[in-house]
């Protein structure tokens, strides 16, 4: 529910056949469901909702035809800002699978009162955030209470599976285990971006997590509360007005 596999959109997969042998490593990973996330970052990362969707259509009919296990949902990485709701209003943005969740990126350096601010604006707008590797911002490594205080507003966290497996550092680590051990983590994603540079481990964290921390936990974080996502998607497209 976080990579960037679409085609030649942001700075992940260069080429469809990349992305195709990205999707391919997912599936070796476990995977069979995935929400591709390209990013939507004023300035930075801009694609058209056009391109985009023209990408992400060739992919998933490309992938189809090689393997039917797989599934392909649209979503995106949006980068936190005041005119977050009007993008996704215009479709510049995406939430994910269609559903009211949105992936939700943040300066690395962005200060809590920020991140409440931005919060508040998603979901006040009836949209439910999940935070994008949230071991990446200083103010929620320093103070886990921001952590807790974001999930009562109602946002959700994610973490990278990279980081959960020592990839990204032993201090980044130990705060995912901190997290994880407290039960404070919903999902978790690859956030792979090719296929030598930033590839899916999303297999390696979900053993590392059912030795650690039990199957039953893994369950809940890898496939049930995503599951939970494209659930929202299908009310949604079937006009069933449910909170979320």
Request: charged fraction near 30%; aromatic fraction near 8%.
């Amino acid at each position: 529910m976080h990579c960037h596999i679409v085609p030649c959109v942001d700075d992940g997969a260069a080429s469809l056949e990349e992305a195709v042998k990205m999707v391919e490593a997912e599936y070796k990973q476990g995977v069979r469901r995935i929400i591709v996330t390209p990013h939507f970052r004023k300035g930075m990362f801009e694609p058209s909702a056009l391109e985009v969707k023209k990408q992400f259509q060739l992919l998933r009919k490309t992938v189809w035809e090689i393997n039917k296990d797989i599934r392909l949902y649209l979503g995106c990485e949006l980068y936190a800002s005041e005119d977050m709701i009007s993008q996704l209003d215009s479709r510049c943005a995406v939430a994910m699978a269609g559903s009211k969740y949105v992936l939700t990126e943040l300066h690395e350096f962005v200060a809590a009162s920020q991140v409440r601010r931005y919060l508040g604006l998603l979901l006040s707008d009836g949209y439910r955030p999940v935070i994008a590797h949230a071991e990446r911002y200083e103010c929620m490594r320093k103070d886990i209470k921001l952590i807790e205080d974001m999930i009562a507003m109602g946002a959700l966290i994610q973490l990278n599976a990279d980081s959960i497996v020592g990839k990204n550092g032993y201090a980044v680590r130990k705060f995912c285990k901190k997290l994880l051990k407290e039960g404070k983590v919903h999902f978790v994603g690859s956030d792979c971006h090719g296929i030598k540079r930033r590839v899916s481990r999303i297999g390696d964290a979900y053993d590392y997590i059912c030795k650690k921390y039990g199957k039953e936990y893994a369950d809940e974080i890898f496939v049930y509360n995503p599951q939970m996502i494209l659930e929202n998607a299908r009310q949604r497209r079937a006009g069933i007005k449910r909170t979320i």
